[in-house]
């Protein structure tokens, strides 16, 4: 299983970027998904999440500004982020296998290498 995560990069606020995530050796959309973010110091945590039945989960800073979407076809899970903040910045890893158990987020087995995001003036 291969997951290549791209899009990261140095927005300034306000900005919005769109991040990808392309699998290989597993079927996304028969497995869950989600983006993790990791800042400098801090334990990674959920941005947004997808389960095999469809159950989709957003973190409370996540809501309204952040889009998690696929493409079943090409196998590619994406995270549009608007109106980003400094705070946002992070790298952010893609993840196969989520779910949700007992309104816990529960992370697959399976990582992406992270990518960048940079927000600052």
């Known amino acids: 299983v291969q997951l290549q995560a791209s899009g990261g990069g140095l927005v300034q606020p306000g900005g919005s970027l769109r991040l990808s995530c392309a699998a290989s050796?597993?079927?996304?959309?028969?497995?869950?998904m989600a983006w993790y973010r990791q800042a400098p110091g801090k334990q990674r945590e959920l941005v947004a999440g997808v389960t095999s039945g469809g159950l989709t989960t957003y973190a409370t800073f996540a809501k309204g500004r952040f889009t998690m979407s696929s493409d079943s076809s090409k196998n590619t899970m994406f995270l549009q982020m608007n109106s980003l903040k400094p705070e946002d910045t992070a790298v952010y890893y893609c993840?196969?296998?989520?779910?949700?158990?007992?309104?816990?987020?529960?992370?697959?087995?399976?990582w992406g290498q992270g990518t960048q995001v940079t927000v600052s003036s």
């Open positions: 993840n196969a296998g989520y779910t949700y158990y007992f309104g816990t987020s529960v992370a697959g087995n399976y």
């Open positions: 050796g597993i079927i996304l959309s028969s497995n869950g």
